[in-house]
């Protein structure tokens, strides 16, 4: 836990922090990719090289464009008139804390598991993770891509209905 | 081909920049103000009055016969005529523009003035380095600014400065016959001279 | 000697490091680098605008600056005097927060590209594993910063031209990665250090650049072209031709801002060239072996500059492409050819070593590009445009 995590997890909280709490749309979109990159820091700090920049390289830029476009296209990029927390805010506010009880009893409890020390670190390149990809997680592979490739021809038939809606 | 077409607009533009080092034809700009490309003759900027001999005011062609302030497009000509008159080219007495102003930021230089003119008064000049830091006077020419000699005109118009010469000698030529006719004619009339006899011969 | 020469940096590095005590060394040699490098490229993107003015100026039959300094060479100055001292206006509806930090995020984000090209043997400033992967991962975040600097000004104007910008930023991606991919798959490592490495080596004197390959050069013009309009560089400069959006998204900047976008945008461009240099024209490898002996980092700079110069020779020829018309390219003709490309890098990499694998290979991107050509002029998306007259 060193000094440079209590930073970077600072930065994150308060990106995520800035994206509920913000009145303007946008400017809540922007501090969720503060908190992405925040999030690539902390893989960079454990020297996850492939996560981080994969997270960059994907998220920064382009879920966090995916979204701004979002809320450009529609209406979301008028300040809301009235107050942005919905009425059961006590609710949620419940609701989240417990998750995260649970999440951290999860990690907490997994702990022992690990092998402590510094030689059980374990270094992966971006070399393990292909040959993983390729012999062990092929299948997984397989399907994430057929996935992603459905997605694109709904897409492009989404885009072609409206055109010829359009004509 | 796809692509010829940029590797030929390419090849184009690197012969244009090799081009520009070494020979004139390609580098066609000049170093302003240090050089200056001579203008050709049909150049046209702002009109000015054209004056025979060296005194401005009894030379000036200009008659203020208002034919260009009438025809002149945005109005930028202002005459005032003259109360008395003095002898033009040919000797007759004629009218001068007392006032003769041109607003040259208004003139569009569209040489109606010049089309429109009886008298040959009016031509085109060739100078635009005229700026000047007073935006309403200094762009304001006087009849004393606009008088410049025939001499100027046949340097910066040479060949339409000698066709001009031309038809206005023609016209001094015919008014000078004109006059000697009639001083003839008047002559003959003024002496006595006998009847002839009828149907005499000789 | 030479070798003295061509690790003259890392040794003026290591000597003034060495006055430090031991504990700050690294530090601080990092620190030294950085600096170097935060010197360097402004500088050089000054020259670069002369340079810029002066060879369009010469394509197009004009001189280009010439009077501040001899031959011009100090306009930069007075560009620079003049965009500091101009007044810095923002409009009263902006958002000033994000208007404020949309410039400073793109020259940040174009800086940190720069720490893992390898401009010399040994002068890299990080040498990460991942390399090729961060620096698309920061070049990716540059997209980010042309939006909000479009939304931040509240004008119709920047916004389109911002979305204009992002959506051909974006489409550009795509074939961008592809092409480097193939180098890396040949290389098998995405350090740039080793791709650079593996470059160096010389074959009857030749060097093992991959632009030597057929799936090298096909690479290398499909980088090129994405790299032109990742950087928004004519003829994809749609998105900031003062014809079409006055500025597009920097219409609202002024004074310094607008010269740090500026910066940026140069900055993009050198260090995309860069990448290209090191992924497809070896880096700071010497062209042939016999010149071995010139600095390793004179090379990498000429390469640099080279590309530099051929980016204002295509400014200079080549007229503006149309939105829908740079899309369509990127995505119907660019990007399955980048595609196709790598099977042909799979193909050169299985066929072993020897003639055949140069004549499949070659023949195979010939003939997909003929191939595609021909049809798509066939059915008329490009080729010289047909007119139909009114009756």
Redesign the interface.
């Known amino acids: 836990m060193s000094f440079a995590f209590y930073l970077i997890a600072a930065l994150t909280l308060a990106g995520g922090l800035a994206a509920v709490l913000l009145k303007n749309t946008v400017h809540c979109a922007l501090s969720l990719t503060l908190a992405f990159a925040g999030q690539a820091l902390l893989f960079l700090e454990l020297d996850a090289q492939f996560a981080g920049f994969a997270q960059i390289l994907v998220y920064i830029g382009a879920v966090a464009i995916l979204v701004v476009f979002a809320i450009l296209l529609t209406k979301g990029s008028e300040t809301p008139k009235g107050s942005v927390y919905s009425r059961h805010s006590l609710a949620g506010l419940v609701i989240a804390a417990a998750v995260f009880a649970m999440l951290g009893w999860a990690v907490i409890q997994s702990l022992p598991a690990v092998p402590r020390g510094p030689a059980s670190t374990p270094s992966v390149t971006v070399l393990d993770i292909g040959n993983a990809l390729i012999s062990r997680y092929v299948l997984p592979l397989e399907i994430v891509a057929l996935l992603l490739t459905a997605a694109l021809i709904g897409a492009v038939i989404i885009a072609m209905h409206e055109k010829e809606r359009a004509k | 081909m796809l692509g010829e077409g940029i590797l030929k607009g390419l090849a184009e533009t690197a012969r244009n920049f090799a081009g520009s080092f070494v020979s004139k034809e390609r580098l066609t700009t000049v170093q302003y103000p240090e050089q200056r490309i001579a203008p050709i003759e049909a150049t046209r900027d702002f009109p000015f009055l054209v004056y025979d001999g060296d005194d401005w005011q009894a030379g000036m062609r200009c008659v203020a016969c208002q034919i260009c302030e009438k025809e002149c497009p945005p109005k930028c000509i202002y005459i005032v005529k003259s109360t008395d008159k003095k002898p033009d080219y040919v000797g007759k007495p004629q009218f001068y523009p007392a006032r003769f102003d041109i607003d040259i930021s208004v003139c569009m230089s569209c040489q109606i003035c010049v089309e429109v003119c009886p008298f040959e008064a009016i031509k085109m000049d060739t100078e635009f380095e005229l700026s000047t830091t007073d935006r309403f006077g200094g762009l304001l020419f006087d009849s004393e600014r606009l008088a410049k000699s025939n001499e100027y005109y046949h340097k910066i118009h040479p060949t339409e400065a000698t066709a001009v010469d031309a038809v206005l000698a023609e016209g001094k030529a015919k008014a000078e016959a004109k006059t000697t006719t009639a001083a003839i004619a008047s002559a003959v009339k003024g002496a006595e001279i006998p009847p002839h006899p009828a149907g005499g011969g000789d | 000697m030479t070798e003295r020469l061509d690790q003259i940096f890392v040794l003026l590095e290591q000597w003034l490091v060495g006055f430090l005590p031991f504990a700050w060394r690294p530090a601080a040699g990092v620190v030294l680098s950085v600096v170097a490098i935060v010197c360097l490229f402004p500088a050089l993107f000054a020259l670069t605008t002369v340079f810029e003015r002066k060879?369009l100026a010469?394509?197009?039959?004009?001189?280009g600056p010439?009077r501040v300094g001899w031959l011009g060479i100090l306009q930069p100055v007075a560009d620079g005097i003049k965009s500091l001292t101009k007044e810095d206006i923002v409009p009263l509806s902006a958002?000033a927060a994000?208007h404020f930090l949309a410039p400073v995020l793109l020259v940040v984000a174009v800086f940190m590209g720069f720490a893992v090209l390898p401009m010399g043997r040994k002068m890299v400033l990080v040498d990460?594993?991942?390399g090729l992967?961060?620096f698309?991962?920061?070049?990716?975040?540059t997209?980010?910063s042309v939006?909000?600097a479009g939304?931040s000004s509240r004008n119709k104007y920047s916004?389109l031209g911002a979305?204009r910008a992002?959506a051909q930023m974006?489409s550009y991606?795509v074939p961008l990665l592809m092409s480097s991919v193939t180098v890396v798959m040949i290389t098998?490592?995405?350090s740039l250090t080793k791709i650079v490495a593996a470059q160096n080596q010389y074959t009857w004197g030749l060097p093992h650049w991959y632009i030597f390959t057929p799936w090298g050069l096909a690479g290398f013009v499909m980088y090129a072209i994405a790299a032109t309009a990742e950087t928004n560089r004519s003829p994809f400069d749609l998105p900031e031709g003062e014809s079409e959006l006055v500025a597009g998204y920097h219409t609202e900047y002024s004074g310094f801002k607008f010269a740090l976008f500026f910066l940026g945008e140069y900055l993009a461009m050198f260090s995309i060239s860069g990448l290209g240099t090191t992924l497809f024209l070896g880096g700071w490898s010497a062209p042939l072996q016999v010149l071995g002996w010139v600095p390793s980092w004179i090379w990498f700079f000429s390469k640099l500059m080279l590309s530099i110069f051929v980016f204002i020779?295509?400014r200079?020829?080549?007229p503006r492409l149309r939105q829908d018309q740079l899309m369509n390219f990127a995505w119907k003709f660019v990007l399955p050819l980048t595609l196709l490309n790598l099977l042909v890098a799979a193909a050169w990499r299985f066929l072993g070593d020897g003639w055949e694998r140069w004549v499949i290979c070659s023949a195979v991107v010939m003939l997909a590009?003929?191939g595609m050509?021909w049809s798509?002029?066939r059915r008329g998306h490009?080729?010289?445009r047909r007119y139909r007259y009114a009756e």
């Not at chain 3, 698309?136 to 975040?141: D, I, L, N, R």
């Open positions: 060879g010469r394509i197009q039959n004009r001189i010439n958002d994000v990460i594993d991942a992967l961060f698309f991962a920061v070049g990716a975040s997209e980010l939006f909000m939304w916004l979305m992002v974006i991606e098998g490592s995405l020779w295509l200079g020829t080549l590009y003929v050509a798509g002029m490009f080729g010289p």
